[in-house]
């Protein structure tokens, strides 16, 4: 699903680079957190699986594909295969819950009546049913929170990447969030999240993946990578 060999990446700018000689490999179906301070090159990392950024040494694949040799016109139809959810939700205002949803559809030109099934399905599976025409402002953050997994899920993507997505809730929601993101796991899709908390690492008991300034320093599936301070 996803290798990483050697991966470097540097900002312009910057004396140290953002991530530094990563190699790791993620399997189809996994959940992994990935873990480190402000600054560890988290969304660096995140960012080189959407290619919103290039590696600058070694080589990303994704979904068995080198994001280095990918066609700038073929990112989109990668893209596809992915959901992203964000600490900020990122949902259109001014669309209902049931329009967010089906934009996500809509963008890659699936069909009216395949959309109106689906929409209601996954709003259902993300304990939204009966909520299909609030507007976002309306909502509270944990279900605006939903509303963006059902977003991103509702193409029933291979990897779902999330961005502290309970970044902007209370422990309490962060669990349901987490129940739900544990649930589209089940389904068969691969799920990385990048997270500060860790109560939520310890609760979930999954793999997790430790960057500091920019290096792997812990992968707790595969034993500790041999940095030394
Ligand atoms: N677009 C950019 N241009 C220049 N430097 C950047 C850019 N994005 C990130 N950096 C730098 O790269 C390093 C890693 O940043 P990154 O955002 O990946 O860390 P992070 O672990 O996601 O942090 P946080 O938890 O605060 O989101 C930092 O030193 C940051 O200043």
Known sequence: MIRFDNVSKSYPKQNRPA?????????????????GSSGSGKSTFLRLLLREERASQGQVHVLGKDLA???????????????????????????????????????????????????????????LGGKEDRMPGELSGGEQQRVAIARAFVNRPMLLIADEPTGNLDPQTSVGIMKLLDRINRTGTTVVMATHDQQIVDQMRKRVIELEKGRLVRDQSRGVYGYQH
């Open 19 to 35: 991530l530094r000689d990563v190699s790791l490999e993620v399997e189809k179906g996994e959940f992994v957190f990935l873990v």
């Open 69 to 127: 040799r990918l066609s700038n016109w073929k990112v989109p139809q990668m893209r596809r295969q992915l959901g992203t959810v964000f600490q900020d939700f990122r949902l259109l205002p001014n669309k209902t819950v049931a329009e967010n949803v089906a934009f996500a559809q809509e963008v890659i030109g699936k069909p009216r009546g395949e959309i109106r099934k689906a929409v209601p399905q996954v709003l259902d599976l993300v304990g």
